[in-house]
């Protein structure tokens, strides 16, 4: 419904009126909670894609459909947006961080990796920007970022700057990160990381 939309039992297409590419034609202003909104329904599907050998050929073409058709219309200096004047230079960067973000997500999921390997890139915009209402959904999957064996060994900084950042909303997370400050990690960012999951303990714990 954000991307290529759907069709009903008529062939008529169905799409949201204020949907992530609706709001690109005609423009109307980009709305934050968009891309919030479709970053969760990628995590969700990622953990079909990440088990299966085997994917929706349609859902597929919609993820690539958003993003080919978001850099043809909203980024290209040729295109309708940016050739009539009508998206400002700040918002041009906003919306190619959003397009960057979703594609390189959508890769990895596509490789193979689940949902909670790639969220480190969500997490460093919650960093910069800050969350949107569904922030709960993505939790867990910071959560599981910091439990996994096989991420234990990579630097969770990002992971454990947002989940300071959220406050008492992570405080279900408060055992990961405890145990996440317990290891050692590599040389070049071992200190970095101990400091940083120590400072997002003390944020979480002393919000009320």
């Not at 599907?45 to 859902?59: A, M, T």
Request: aromatic share 10%; proline share 5%.
């Amino acid at each position: 419904m954000h991307g290529s939309g759907k069709f009903d039992e008529s062939g008529e297409p169905i799409g949201l009126d204020d949907g992530f590419l609706t709001m690109l034609r005609p423009y109307r202003g980009l709305r934050e909670h968009n891309f919030h909104v479709v970053m969760q329904a990628l995590f969700v599907v990622g953990e079909r894609f990440h088990s299966s050998d085997v994917i929706d050929r349609k859902l597929v073409e919609s993820l690539w459909s958003m993003c080919s058709r978001t850099r043809c219309w909203g980024l290209d200096p040729k295109g309708m947006l940016r050739r009539n004047n009508l998206i400002s230079e700040e918002d041009i960067r906003r919306l190619e961080s959003w397009i960057e973000i979703f594609e390189r997500s959508t890769f990895g999921l596509l490789r193979g990796c689940p949902p909670h390997d790639e969220v480190e890139r969500y997490a460093q915009y919650i960093i910069d920007v800050g969350p949107s209402d569904n922030i709960r959904y993505f939790i867990p999957l910071m959560q599981r970022f910091l439990e996994d064996p096989d991420c234990s060994s990579s630097d969770p900084s990002v992971i454990a700057e947002a989940l300071g950042r959220l406050g008492a909303s992570a405080r279900d997370v408060l055992p990961a990160l405890y145990a996440a400050n317990k290891r050692t990690y590599p040389s070049y960012c071992d200190v970095e990381a101990h400091d940083t999951i120590a400072n997002a303990i003390r944020l979480i714990e002393t919000d009320r």
